[in-house]
């Protein structure tokens, strides 16, 4: 079975500072990781993905994800936060099947 | 593109009424999800399909919950009866080729039972 963790339900930054969103996930067999983000009264939007090629991952808006093994992590970075990156942002995993299991998000707030 | 489209975008019912919600996948997507999202449990997957085929139903909380697939390019959720219980926001996503192209979702549908 596979499952995510998202650390920190809420995180704020400062606009310019680094943004972190922390993910671990449990799976039985080698991964796919996702990040998704979901603006208010909006759909989920697809961020970036590992599906077992590079560690390092670039996203959309400047975002990227590294994937872990050792650490069973999938941590979400950007190293300058914009006020426009305000939203809910998703991790989610697949093993062996086509359904993707989110985690419970994080909420991020940027400050001017 | 115009992506995947759900309808209607907000549902208001009285709890005992039947409620369908409508998906229209993106065009030659062969996958079709449909998930709930709420406070308390977050995003739930209910069914998914491929090649208008369900192959996993693990996550329809009840049998008042069925879901269609009757071509590709549509698909519908649909709740009879309804209760308060059942208030949430679904989403339906589509996807080519499963999981390694990740999926793209719709704008929701946010149903409210009273």
């Known amino acids: 079975a596979q499952s995510v963790t998202q650390l920190g339900s809420h995180v704020s930054v400062s606009e310019g500072a680094l943004v972190l969103l922390r993910c671990n996930y449990s799976s039985s067999v080698p991964p796919y990781l996702f990040w998704y983000v979901q603006y208010p009264n909006q759909g989920l939007q697809l961020l970036l993905k590992y599906t077992s090629a590079a560690t390092l991952v670039k996203g959309i808006n400047g975002f990227e994800a590294e994937f872990k093994k050792s650490e069973t992590s999938f941590h979400l970075t950007k190293p300058s936060a914009h006020m426009s990156d305000a939203a809910e942002y998703f991790c989610?995993?697949?093993?062996?099947?086509?359904?993707?299991?989110f985690g419970t998000g994080t909420r991020l707030q940027v400050f001017p | 593109d115009a992506g995947v489209i759900q309808s209607p975008r907000h549902e208001v019912t009285e709890m005992g009424q039947e409620v369908t919600l409508r998906c229209k996948p993106i065009?030659?997507?062969?996958?079709l999800f449909w998930y709930r999202q709420t406070m308390m449990r977050g995003l739930e997957l209910l069914i998914y399909f491929n090649n208008n085929v369900p192959i996993d139903d693990s996550g329809m909380p009840e049998d008042r919950f069925s879901a269609k697939m009757p071509n590709a390019s549509f698909s519908t959720l649909k709740i009879q009866p309804s209760e308060p219980r059942d208030s949430a926001v679904y989403f339906c996503?589509?996807?080519?080729?499963?999981?390694?192209?990740?999926?793209?979702f719709g704008s929701g549908t946010r149903l409210t039972v009273v």
């Open positions: 996503a589509s996807s080519w080729r499963g999981r390694g192209n990740g999926y793209t």
């Open positions: 065009s030659g997507h062969d996958y």
């Open positions: 989610a995993v697949s093993g062996n099947t086509d359904k993707l299991i």
